[in-house]
């Protein structure tokens, strides 16, 4: 059986997974599913992952329930020594930090206002929530002040987990670019890359109008 990819393309770390996954031509079958429909919360999802998130890598009886965990599987699996993941182990290390900082910070922020619009169909979001997502373009222009990607000054698997986040979150909070510079120049060479343009592109569009249609201030 070939592995799988149960995926959603509105959902930033399921596009992570997508983009890397195409990088390395990682042999999977991808399978969208229908959170809408509840397709996350059948009893064989809920056997492969209990947590009920998406996207979820399976290869025979081996299985991956979380993004970040899956870009460096994927990337020392089949990224033939990329220097998108260097196994110099400072260099690697600055980079887990970042896919850390993505999975805790940047996606968790976002996460706490999209899933219970999505999933759940509550509307409206707090003025703390939007601060937390305005507090994290200090963050990343602090960060791109010392490096000119996030954790090295080459792009690394560690910009694509976050672009598939930071992409969306100009919809919710406009960025002023005069005041995050480096954050607008990374988010601009970020979105130059081909699998950027393919395989993020559109579905933070849609999630992202999503999202701002959803997210007048309580
Ligand atoms: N840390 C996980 C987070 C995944 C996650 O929270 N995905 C969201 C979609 S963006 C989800 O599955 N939400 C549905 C739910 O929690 O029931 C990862 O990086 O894979």
């Known amino acids: 059986m070939p592995a799988k990819l149960y995926?959603?393309?509105?959902?930033?770390?399921?596009?992570?997974?997508?983009?890397?996954?195409?990088?390395?031509?990682?042999?999977?079958?991808?399978?969208?599913?229908?959170?809408?429909?509840?397709?996350?919360?059948?009893?064989?999802?809920?056997?492969?992952?209990?947590?009920?998130?998406?996207?979820?890598?399976?290869?025979?009886?081996?299985?991956?329930h979380d993004s970040h965990a899956m870009l460096m599987y994927f990337a020392d699996t089949y990224g033939n020594n990329s220097p998108l993941y260097p196994k110099d182990i400072k260099q690697r290390t600055l980079i887990n930090q970042k896919l850390f900082f993505n999975d805790g910070v940047l996606f968790t922020r976002l996460r706490i206002i999209a899933n219970p619009a999505f999933v759940h169909g509550v509307k409206g979001v707090t003025k703390m929530q939007l601060d937390n997502v305005q507090e994290t373009y200090d963050f990343l222009e602090a960060f791109l002040s010392r490096h000119k990607f996030l954790a090295l000054d080459h792009i690394t698997i560690a910009d694509i987990a976050a672009y598939a986040t930071v992409s969306m979150f100009h919809y919710i909070v406009p960025l002023d670019t005069n005041k995050y510079p480096k954050l607008a120049a990374w988010l601009k060479e970020m979105e130059k890359q081909p699998y950027c343009q393919k395989y993020n592109a559109a579905g933070a569009k849609a999630f992202g109008e999503y999202m701002k249609s959803v997210t007048e201030t309580k």
């Not at 992570?16 to 599913?33: G, Q, S, T």
């Not at 809408?36 to 999802?45: A, I, Q, R, V």
């Open 7 to 64: 995926k959603l393309d509105q959902s930033p770390p399921a596009r992570a997974a997508i983009m890397v996954c195409k990088i390395f031509n990682v042999p999977v079958e991808m399978v969208d599913l229908n959170v809408l429909e509840g397709e996350h919360l059948t009893p064989e999802y809920l056997k492969m992952n209990p947590c009920h998130t998406i996207p979820v890598f399976v290869d025979g009886d081996f299985v991956i």
